[in-house]
């Protein structure tokens, strides 16, 4: 058998091109080697994942006039939107006022034009977003590149030098003065080495879902939510299904879309973990085996599913919850319940506290719906505020979190995770990026009344101070 840390050294070192000095290190998945590489590009802020997080805070670093590279792992921006199939966006403002504003907004009147801003679970089509966020990064100045697979990180002190990835034409490296870390599952931080927590106590997370695309249903007379939760007991009853699970939110209309079709986020895939592929292996292919059951279900319990077929599942799992970067400082579900605010705030949300049950267990489902109705779920115009610190990962001088991965316990994650959140998150730390570049300063150190001022430019929803 070859070993591991000598394989990796080898391959690093056979492609050098750049010369490291005994400072510089060079860590992959945990094991730490000194190496040349490759440049392929040398800018001011670097953002790895091209999900709602990533493309926003790479856009606004670039309108901030900053050279800025943006590597995505898949074919498609948009992240949970595109290539992972989710059908709706939820709310983007608190029921009394609007808390996402600047890129985030304009995207959403791209791809849901028949909608108004302020209403709640916009269906969403996913094809739309692939183009809206082609267009939107198309009409920058920012560099990418999909099909560009982060692998490793080079450290440099507590500073990030260079970021590694994988791509068909083999390994390169990029250089940066500001790391934005947006992959969802903090594989940057990892990777280099950062501070970080997962899940629960004993690292378990959330369940995944895989996303769907039906056709044939007539969505003038298909069963009410109700009914379709009533027959679903029906159906566990009957043994229809090989895995109990009551996650059954629907299917959704798809707009701009063929009659009759929709998007489903339904079923549970349990006990996966999103940062090994393995696991990611198996629960795909458990998922798409699963897939018929529910084709079977609709049609053969519910009304107006007599036709349904399904089209499409995605590519990538729906992923909740992975691990999240130890940050300057920890939003918490203290925080959620007490409708906080911040002097450093860059930006408000309100979404639910949304821990899906972590089994099949009924009862952990019926307390798990409890709990998002009676204990985790706001009034109208209430909402909680996302300071500053929390986007600032406390192992580095030079590196910014957005996305489901910021600095969160557990329960605010579950909140602050949806394409929303992430909007806001992802234009606060590409701006903070760029300011951090002009003034040659440590993330921690941009002034928060410049950031403020350049938030309210790019449109940000901010408190009234």
């Given at each position: 058998m070859i070993d591991r840390k000598s394989f990796i050294g080898s391959v690093f070192a056979t492609v050098g091109a750049l010369k490291a000095s005994a400072a510089e290190e060079v860590s992959f998945g945990g094991v730490r080697l000194d190496a040349p590489l490759p440049v392929e590009d040398e800018v001011d802020v670097l953002v790895v994942g091209g999900g709602p997080a990533g493309l926003t805070a790479a856009i606004a670093a670039s309108r901030a006039g900053k050279r800025v590279f943006l590597a995505e792992t898949s074919g498609a921006f948009g992240g949970a939107a595109t290539a992972a199939g989710v059908p709706t966006f939820c709310m983007f403002g608190d029921g009394e006022r609007l808390l996402v504003g600047g890129i985030g907004m304009e995207l959403r009147r791209m791809v849901s034009k028949a909608y108004s801003p302020e209403t709640a679970w916009v269906p969403l089509n996913s094809e739309k977003m692939k183009l809206a966020c082609d267009r939107l990064i198309a009409n920058s100045s920012v560099k990418f590149s999909l099909f560009t697979t982060l692998c490793?990180?080079?450290?440099?002190?507590?500073?990030?030098?260079?970021?590694?990835?994988?791509?068909?034409?083999?390994?390169?490296?990029?250089?940066?003065?500001?790391?934005v870390d947006a992959t969802g599952d903090a594989d940057l931080v990892a990777f280099a080495g950062g501070s970080y927590e997962k899940g629960d106590a004993n690292g378990g997370v959330m369940p995944a879902t895989l996303c769907t695309l039906w056709g044939g249903i007539d969505f003038a007379r298909r069963s009410s939510f109700k009914e379709q939760t009533a027959q679903l007991e029906v159906a566990l009853g009957d043994g229809h299904f090989t895995v109990p699970d009551r996650h059954l939110t629907g299917i959704t209309p798809t707009p701009d879309a063929p009659t009759g079709t929709g998007?489903?986020?339904?079923?549970?895939?349990?006990?996966?973990?999103?940062?090994?592929?393995?696991?990611?292996?198996?629960?795909?292919?458990?998922?798409?085996?699963?897939?018929?059951?529910?084709?079977?279900?609709?049609?053969?319990y519910l009304k107006g599913y007599d036709n349904l077929g399904l089209l499409a599942t995605a590519p990538y799992l729906g992923v909740r919850e992975s691990r999240r970067v130890r940050c300057d400082y920890m939003l918490t579900e203290g925080d959620f319940k007490a409708r906080a605010s911040f002097a450093d705030e860059i930006g408000r949300y309100c979404y639910p506290v949304d821990i899906h049950p972590s089994s099949a267990d009924p009862k952990a489902m019926a307390e798990f719906k409890r709990k998002f109705r009676e204990e985790y779920s706001y009034a109208k115009g209430e909402s909680y505020g996302i300071p500053y610190r929390a986007l600032v990962a406390q192992s580095f001088d030079n590196v910014l979190v957005a996305g489901r991965?910021?600095?969160t316990d557990r329960a605010m994650q579950a909140s602050v995770r949806v394409i929303?959140?992430?909007?806001?998150?992802?234009?606060?730390?590409?701006?903070?990026?760029?300011?951090a570049v002009d003034a040659n300063a440590e993330v921690r150190k941009v002034e928060y009344a410049v950031l403020r001022a350049r938030l309210e430019k790019l449109g940000a929803v901010l408190r009234k101070i």
């Open positions: 490793a990180a080079r450290t440099e002190g507590r500073r990030l030098d260079a970021a590694v990835f994988a791509s068909k034409r083999g390994l390169f490296a990029i250089r940066a003065k500001v790391f998007g489903g986020n339904v079923g549970h895939v349990f006990g996966v973990d999103p940062t090994d592929e393995r696991s990611l292996t198996k629960a795909m292919i458990d998922a798409r085996r699963r897939m018929p059951e529910f084709e079977s279900f609709f049609r053969k991965c910021i600095g929303p959140g992430c909007f806001i998150t992802g234009q606060a730390a590409g701006a903070a990026a760029a300011l």
